[in-house]
């Protein structure tokens, strides 16, 4: 196969095309909303609790992997200075075109999250990373890097699929069907016929145990439970200690 992440790129350009519902904007009330120091991010139907932002007025926020038109125009709009960066040109269209007709000066950059070459050591106060690193076969590349560009006393935070999302096939049957355990972690979609869709569920050893390997300090979790019982995803907020 092809380079995984130019697949990964078309994979997501093509949901993009195709109206996939996590690729929403930010709407015009939570713009405003944002801008009259009411800032809410999404984390599914929850939000990323206001105590672990505090005050992001003037800091530097770098949303990885976070295109889209939703958290880097909201996190401009409360007054942080945002770079987005990420490898779906589709997506950083949303916030090209967001950014224009609000005026925001936002830095968008077309990149990997796994090699942030381009920002030097300790350039943000804040990363934020929506539900990516599926994509991604190596954690330690990522958090390596986000340990580098964030400043001493930096916040990471998180977002990402339980390894139960990748454990259960789902069974049909007469009755309705039933999940069944079937995979081992971790998982790898090429290893069952998923054709060029790439995706990799890594084990809770690889997101915690990683991020505290490279330094980081845990100190926030959350889980948000979807209505689907084996799709579940779970919320870390780390800092890089000073």
């Keep these: 196969m092809k380079n995984i992440f130019e697949q990964v790129e078309k994979n997501i350009d093509g949901l993009v095309e195709n109206g996939v519902d996590w690729a929403v904007c930010a709407s015009r009330e939570q713009l405003c909303a944002a801008r009259a120091g009411k800032l809410e991010l999404s984390f599914f139907y ?10 992001i007025k003037g800091k530097k926020v770098l949303c990885l992997a976070g295109a889209g038109g939703l958290q880097a125009p909201l996190l401009a709009c409360a007054g942080a200075k945002v770079t987005v960066l990420d490898l779906s040109g589709k997506m950083l269209d949303k916030d090209r075109k967001i950014a224009k007709s609000e005026n925001l000066p936002m830095e968008i950059i077309k990149g990997n999250m796994c ?12 990363i934020i990373n929506p539900p990516s690193l599926m994509y991604v076969p190596r954690l330690c590349a990522v958090f390596g890097e986000c ?8 916040v990471f935070i998180m977002m990402a699929p339980n390894p139960i999302n990748y454990v259960c096939d789902f069974v049909e049957e007469e009755s309705g ?28 050893e690889e997101y915690l145990g990683g991020l505290i390997a490279c330094g980081f300090v845990i100190n926030g979790y959350m889980e948000c439970q979807m209505e689907d019982i084996t799709e579940l995803y779970f919320m870390t907020r780390a800092i890089k200690n000073g």
């Design 177 to 204: 069907g039933y999940y069944r355990a079937v995979h081992k972690m971790p998982f790898y979609s090429g290893d069952h016929g998923e054709g060029n869709w790439i995706e990799y569920g890594h084990t809770m």
């Design 147 to 154: 340990y580098r560009v964030l400043r001493r006393g930096g």
């Design 46 to 55: 929850r939000r990323v609790p206001e105590e672990w932002l505090g005050e």
């Design 115 to 126: 090699d942030l070459f381009m920002f030097c050591g300790e350039s943000f106060d804040y």
